[in-house]
């Protein structure tokens, strides 16, 4: 659907739901992450973008204190109503969980709403795709409540209190990357983000002749965020028994590959050392990918891609047959220049560097032989790289 069609679509069922019409439409984007996974909370770099699949939402204010919010993407949830004071977390209400969230930490952080609204949301990225749904909602939601209420927060501000709802409030631990790249995107450009400083610069995707191709395993009930805590306090131990011997060792990203093999040994789990090993060559990996990119190597860039599913696979091991099944079978397809899985792992997606003149044969492929294997078929998305969350016209 083109974005005209989608807020007329919006705006006839906004109008049915709440007997208004809408004040205000924004946009929300996922996001990709090209290279640099599991290295967020190890204070290394990510290099992410934002894509053009992403949440509309509509608005109206309210003049009571009660927010009303509509997902068409789940019509059987209903209209789903929450105050705008003293909120907790409330499984009934299923995906408002997130909105209500940042509502809360707002709140707690000093901005306090003075009404609800009414909000339809419609969302075009696949669930459970590992495209950051949830941060695409939280951020949304912090745009709405700055611009709502004249708080002047800058970006990287919303983006930190998105993050902070999804930890808090909703009670996942994750890093700072998925708010990161969905608030501060820039089309056409990834944003290579240091996460121990939060400093970032956006590097241009050149990618002459070539498209971003994300492929979901579409795998049912992944079990990634008790396994992702897993990683993370993986992560912590190791670095604190580095610590013993490097006091001043503040993360697992600060050290370079030759420094982490000389202090290995110190990590006496050896899954452990593996899960550490990770998040330092990783990181290296993602400075040097930026690098190849920027000199126009964009097959080195594809190869590092590749090292990285590697290192996920066998030393972080967040993988699982079907992201290492469509990774390998992108391996082997002509006109692939790199392929790796993308997000927390265990399911959702994989990102490949497709040749535009091989898309169609990759997708054949890809299906024919992972619905073999698998016994369910992926699905495709060609992704375009999108701004970060902003205001549009309705
Ligand atoms: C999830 C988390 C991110 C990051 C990735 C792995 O997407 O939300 O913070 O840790 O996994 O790179």
Redesign the pocket.
Known sequence: MKLMEIIQEMRSVFEKTFGKEPARAYFSPGRV?LI??????NGGH?FPCAITLGTYALVADREDNVTRMYSMNLPKAGVVEFPMTGLRKDPAKDWANYPMGVVDVFEKAGHRASHGFDILVYGTLPAGA?L?SS?SIEVLMSVILNEAFGLDLDMVEMVKLSQRAENQFVGVN?????QFAVGMGKKDHAILLDCNTLEYRYSKLVLTGTSIVITNTNKPHSLASSA?NVRRAQCEHALNELKEIRPELGALGELSNEEFEQLAGHVTEVLERHRARHAVFENTRTLEAVKALEANDVAAFGRLMNASHYSLRDDYEVTGVELDTLAEIAWGVEGVIGSRMT??GFGGSTVSLVKNEAIEGFKQQVEAEYTKKIGYAPSFVVAGISDGTRRIEL
């Open positions: 992450n640099g996974e599991h290295t967020d909370y990510v590992g950051s941060a994750c890093g700072i990357m998925d992702y997000g927390a």
